[in-house]
């Protein structure tokens, strides 16, 4: 069943709603909308508008030149190069870091229909099928990140020079001096809505993660770019650069986001079952998610620099926490998949992963599971990464895509995801990604040059 703004070329607002919603904005100081949407590369897009247009955003959508947006494949000329972002009105909220504007996230809409392109809607016509069966999917998203600066010759280092522990999780020094920027995204972020759970100094210098209450998975997605766009900006005023790049240094661990997930009917769990163990409707999600695990890849960890993380190796504090094994276990962090009774954590994702398509293309996977009825492997309980290559594979537990270009291959080739995403976007998913793979391999590196530059 469609939403009800998706009736018409043109959603009908009731007058007086419209203008109590000005009114209750502009009591707040707020003068002018931010109209937000999100690319296929889970960056955040969109422009200005004055609050007096508010009407228009909602019943028609703010407008953008469609080929000017990454993912869209639309035309130059014609009614199908024009793209509107349509307001969503429970999305609707006051930004404290940009004092007079109020954020409206915008659902896209091409020749006045619903853009299969759009990230946001795949993801509304995955929960779709799910509130065919009367479920409802919940993510907790816990983006990690890093706080940068430009050193020499370009090359981003850690923005507080004195973070060098080499075992720096939950350090307490390094911590404390960040706390004028970890103060005010908290702060803006519950003041906008969201509930913050905990920060923590993660296992890289100058890495940390930010926890916000889960919640209905669109809104979960929505969330994690408010997150971002906070972010952004109050990094900026300390001088900072804030990164969601999945590994900036080799040497230590990259920045992950990890899904935690759960099924509900009503207020009702889905995935609980007897005595602490998953339920057989988790345990057939679980393995669809495990059979597409390598489709999957190329949605939760969408760049080059993705699989720098996903490797199975030392790092410097002694583990990467990025698992390449396509495993589950009972909260079992060295497993792609680790269980944790009336949840799972999806660990694969990391954080340059689009929110949208990553949780559509989970979704597909688990119905996928569901409706096959997969059985679900034998739960791991080893340490995977204190384990040899050789006795991994002995056990038959699979490995992610260790490139960009092997998982782009194993979404062309997959139906499921091909579904999820739609033609247009999967289309063009697959050839932007694989043309930043072919960029990648045909780029010659320092490495090169120092190691063969005067070999032969």
Excluded at 107 to 117: E, I, K, L, M, Q
Excluded at 425 to 432: G, K, P, W
Aim: aromatic share 8%.
């Amino acid at each position: 069943m469609l939403d009800p703004q998706d009736a018409g070329p043109h959603h009908r607002i009731d007058a007086g709603y419209l203008e109590a919603t000005r009114e209750s904005l502009a009591s707040q100081g707020v003068h002018t909308l931010l109209v937000q949407f999100t690319d296929v590369h889970g960056t955040a897009k969109g422009k200005f508008v004055p609050l007096a247009q508010i009407g228009t955003v909602l019943r028609t959508g703010a407008g953008f030149a469609g080929p000017s947006i990454w993912g869209t494949a639309l035309p130059r000329t014609g009614p199908r190069s024009e793209y509107y972002a349509r307001g969503d009105t429970r999305t609707l909220r006051a930004l404290p870091w940009m004092p007079g504007v109020a954020l409206i996230v915008g659902n896209g809409f091409v020749d006045r229909a619903p853009f299969d392109a759009c990230p946001r809607q795949v993801l509304r016509r995955a929960t779709a099928r799910l509130a065919e069966r009367g479920w409802m999917l919940s993510t907790g998203i816990e983006p990690e990140f890093f706080l940068l600066r430009r050193g020499e010759g370009g090359r981003y280092e850690p923005f507080d020079g004195a973070d060098r522990l080499d075992k720096p999780s939950y350090d307490l020094k390094s911590l404390p001096r960040q706390l004028p920027f970890l103060h005010a995204l908290r702060a803006a972020l519950e003041a906008a809505g969201l509930e913050v759970e905990q920060i923590d100094h993660e296992d890289a210098h100058g890495q940390f993660e930010l926890n916000f209450r889960f919640d209905e998975a669109l809104r979960s997605a929505d969330n994690l770019m408010l997150f971002k766009l906070a972010a952004h900006a109050l990094a900026e005023q300390q001088g900072a650069v804030f990164s969601m790049m999945p590994k900036p240094f080799a040497n230590q661990p990259g920045s992950g986001l990890h899904f935690h997930v759960s099924l509900w009917r009503g207020g009702q769990g889905l995935f609980a079952g007897e005595g602490g163990r998953l339920s057989k409707l988790a345990e057939h999600f679980i393995a669809g998610v495990l059979a597409h695990s390598a489709a999957l890849s190329a949605l939760a960890a969408p760049t080059v620099n993705s699989y720098k993380r996903l490797v199975v190796g030392e790092s410097l504090s002694g583990t990467t926490w990025a698992p390449a094994y396509v495993a589950h276990g009972p909260n079992n962090r060295t497993a792609m998949i680790r269980t944790l009774g009336d949840r799972f954590e999806w660990r694969t994702p990391d954080a340059a992963a689009n929110p949208y398509l990553a949780t559509a293309g989970l979704i597909a996977a688990g119905l996928d599971g569901i409706d096959r009825e997969l059985p679900l492997p034998p739960a791991c309980e080893d340490d995977l990464f204190a384990l040899p290559l050789a006795a991994i594979r002995s056990r038959g537990i699979g490995l992610l895509p260790q490139s960009l270009g092997e998982a782009v291959d194993a979404l062309e080739a997959s139906e499921v995801m091909h579904g999820a995403l739609g033609d247009t976007l999967h289309a063009e998913f697959v050839r932007l990604k694989r043309a930043e793979w072919i960029e990648y391999a045909r780029h010659v590196s320092d490495w090169e040059h120092a190691r063969y530059g005067a070999l032969f």
